[in-house]
């Protein structure tokens, strides 16, 4: 049988030659200023990626290993002043490192073919292992394992992920949001609603917020109750076949043609979904649709900003110290940096504290916490400590995986602060207004 042609070699070698080797990004790598070592920076990745198009190197389990290590924060496209692409640069690699099975190893292929390969092909395997969960929190047997010392016995990475466990939400997005919800007022828009895997079974409070925000701003909303996985995870893990394949699930599923904007309140999956394009070129049926699909997928901040925010007014809206932080894919991968203050800024009261570093990564990085713990926890407890710094009450943010991880930092840490997403922020300025 033919072996499926080389990812790198394949893929359009212009954006392999962009790099001017000028390391201007190498400041802005968070996995560089760790270990100020040249393999670890974008720069070093691009060389690594480089050869093995050129033919120079095999994919070797430590040029797997160092695409894994890569967070895919995206810090150093915003920085690049080449405007080198390492989005798609570092999908391909990944998609390399797979096809090439120098990782591969009876567990990891487990784990990869249950999660990957078959939970999120399907959200409702999904969200029946959601509710199982959910039912394991709610009848108190967390509650008891953890106080009966149980836990301490275990070792300490499995201690570690049974702390970032979320808690799944006792309804989930099609029990809270109808299909069709109409706009309060005038009709300006008609939008549809993506709901998401990971923020439909943590944060469908989150995507209800969304919803009666865009209708309090003249949308009507469109949530189908069955939705598909963005395929982001996929894409960032080197599945590139399973992408495409819920890209067109997605594609059909929406209809670009018939809607004003796609809104999605998930940075990661935004930064995916804008890309179809890209993902399915060459299609000869996927690919002109891909592109009408990018033009209408917003991130809900730039939707707002865009369509103008109708701001809520009220006498009695209490003082709130917000600080931001911004999750990578929204800053770097879309460049959406302005519009999320500007949201914060429309709500009475809010006073809002810059916080440092802001834009440098939490360590969540999809699954990134998962599989490099270490890494991950040294941005955890840097970007805590900024948080603290800055005395807000609430942080803001606006994916689901800032703000889980963001979450367990400030538990951690005891930190009296409340971390929501920013949309919900401003969900509930609307609902004061209407009481
Ligand atoms: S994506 Fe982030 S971690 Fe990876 S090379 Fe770029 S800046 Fe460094
Ligand atoms: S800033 Fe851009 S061009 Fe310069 S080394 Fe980094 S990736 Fe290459």
């Known amino acids: 049988m033919q072996s499926a042609p080389s990812h790198l070699k394949k893929m359009d070698y212009s954006v392999l030659q962009q790099c001017m080797h000028c390391g201007l990004c190498l400041p802005t790598c968070p996995t560089y200023d760790a270990t100020q070592l040249e393999r670890n920076s974008p720069r070093g990745r691009i ?29 150093c496209m915003t920085a690049c002043p080449a405007g080198v692409n390492y989005a798609e640069l570092f999908e391909h690699a990944r998609a390399e490192a797979e096809q090439s099975g120098v990782l591969d190893s009876p567990k990891r292929n487990l784990i990869r073919n249950f999660t990957l390969r ?48 979320p808690r799944v939400q006792p309804r989930l997005s099609a029990d809270l949001i109808d299909p069709v919800t109409p706009a ?13 895997c990971a923020q439909d079974l943590m944060f469908s409070d989150v995507n209800r917020d969304t919803v009666e925000v865009l209708a309090h701003n003249g949308c009507e909303v469109i949530t189908p109750i069955r939705q598909f996985c963005c395929g982001s995870l996929h894409a ?7 992408a495409q ?27 995916h979904l804008k890309h179809y ?7 000869p049926i996927y690919a002109e649709r891909a592109q009408l699909w990018d033009s209408k997928i917003k991130d809900i901040h730039e939707w707002l900003v865009q369509i103008g925010i109708i701001p809520p007014v009220g006498p009695d809206a209490p003082s709130q110290t917000v600080t931001y932080h911004e999750a990578c894919h929204l800053c770097h991968g879309q460049k959406i940096s302005r519009q999320p203050r500007q949201v914060l800024g429309a709500i009475p009261n809010l006073k809002l504290v810059e916080l440092a570093e802001s834009t440098w990564c939490c360590g969540s990085a999809g699954i990134y916490n998962l599989i490099q713990p270490e890494m991950a926890n040294d941005l955890l407890a840097r970007k805590v400590d900024h948080i603290r710094n800055t005395k807000a009450d609430v942080v803001a943010t606006a994916n689901p995986g800032c703000l889980l991880q963001i979450i367990t930092g400030v538990k951690r840490e005891n930190l009296p602060v409340r971390v929501v997403h920013s949309i919900t922020l401003l969900a509930e300025a609307y609902r004061r207004m209407a009481s």
Request: proline share 2%; glycine share 8%.
């Open 47 to 75: 060389s690594l990626m480089r050869a093995i198009a050129d033919g120079r190197l095999e994919p070797t389990k430590a040029f797997a290993d160092e695409m894994y290590f890569c967070l895919g924060c995206l810090a």
């Open 118 to 165: 078959w939970l999120f092909m399907d959200l409702r395997r999904l969200r029946v292992m959601g509710r199982l969960l959910r039912l394991y929190q709610s009848l108190g047997l967390q509650t008891v394992l953890r106080r009966s010392g149980v836990m301490r016995m275990l070792p300490k990475r499995l201690r570690e992920l049974e702390e970032m466990m």
């Open 184 to 196: 309060i007022g005038t009709r300006r828009y008609r939008v549809a609603m993506l709901t998401g």
């Open 236 to 242: 960032h893990n080197g599945e590139w076949n399973l």
């Open 245 to 271: 394949q819920l890209a067109r699930r997605q594609i059909d599923q929406f209809a670009p043609e018939e809607l004003d904007a796609i809104i999605t309140n998930a940075a990661g999956c935004g930064s």
């Open 277 to 283: 394009a890209t993902l399915l070129e060459g299609d």
